[in-house]
C-alpha cells in the first residue's frame, strides 16, 4: 500500500512553499499511470479529498 498527497494537500503545500513550483506532472492522474507501469493497482481509495492509498501488487 501506497499513500499519494495531492498537491492541494496541505503538508505538501507546505513543503512546496519554499521552492519555485518545479514538478508540473505531480498529480494524482500521473502517480496512477506510473504505478500502474510497474505494478497492478488492486484498489484505489481517497481517504481526504487531497489524499489517496493505493493498494498494489508488483509486477
Do not use: C, G
Request: glycine share 0%; no cysteine; hydrophobic share 40%.
Amino acid at each position: 500500500m501506497i499513500e499519494f498527497p495531492h498537491k492541494e494537500d496541505p503538508m505538501v503545500q507546505l513543503l512546496l512553499s519554499q521552492r519555485p513550483d518545479i514538478f508540473p506532472d505531480y498529480r494524482n492522474e500521473t502517480f496512477a499511470n506510473l504505478l500502474s507501469q510497474r505494478a497492478r493497482i488492486v484498489k484505489a481509495v481517497d481517504v481526504l479529498p487531497t489524499r489517496t492509498l493505493y493498494w498494489f501488487e508488483r509486477n
